[in-house]
């Protein structure tokens, strides 16, 4: 199993623990948040990871190295965050098929990665979970098996399966990646891409029922932290 790791962020949403280091160098119980994810990516059966960097990204190189436990690692610079499907498309060469996605802010237990894997018949799979309140994420629509679309914050209620940050994806992704378009933010958003597999019908998803700590904030990392101590995540 081979992962590329978005670990490009700038972190704004938590200063000042990203003034002298990137996002994924932040540490929650003594450990960069990259780790965790190597953690959980390594249980799940990964092999090979590509990370890409930017901001500080050589301290990311630093403190990481060429291998992290049984995962070879490599890296690739986004020189300018231009967002996460311009971050993926760094990774177009560097793979033979299939991959996964995992973001360096979001961690998961081990056994969603081999269920994302192990989904067949789609160009792009993508870890779908419930939320309470769905309102503050990517909201999908699915039908059967198929993804139908990612609504990015609706302002209606579309239901409780939300994007949970974790994918996997065939080759194809690379070639919708290039036609994607940047988006009201100017930047260019891997939802956006998912969505064009989407409407072509490619896209599928998996339901995520286990633990979830997704790190943007100050206030999200000192939640997960709590969340880490009274319950290991396996």
Known sequence: MKAVILAAGLGKRMKP???????????????????????????????????????????????????????????????????????????????????????????????????????????????????????????????????????????KRLGNLVNAGAYCFSQTIFKELEKTKASSRGEFELTDTVNALASKEKAGFVLYKGKCLDIGTLEELKKAEKALVSETLQ
């Open 17 to 155: 623990l990203t003034d002298k280091v990137p996002k994924a160098l932040v540490e929650m119980n003594g450990k960069p948040l990259v780790c965790h994810v190597l953690e959980s990516l390594e249980k799940g059966g990964v092999k090979e990871a590509l990370i890409v960097i930017g901001y500080g990204g050589e301290k990311v190189k630093k403190r990481l190295g060429r291998k992290f436990g049984s995962i070879k690692l490599r890296y690739v610079k986004q020189a300018v965050p231009m967002g996460t499907a311009h971050a993926v498309l760094q990774a177009k060469g560097r793979f033979k098929g299939k991959f996964l996605v995992a973001s360096a802010d979001v961690i998961f237990e081990k056994g969603m990665w081999k269920k994302l894997w192990e989904k067949k018949g789609f160009g792009a799979v993508v870890a779908l979970r419930n939320e309470k309140k769905p309102e503050r994420f990517g909201v999908a629509l699915v039908k059967g098996k198929k993804l139908l679309q990612i609504v990015e914050k609706p302002k």
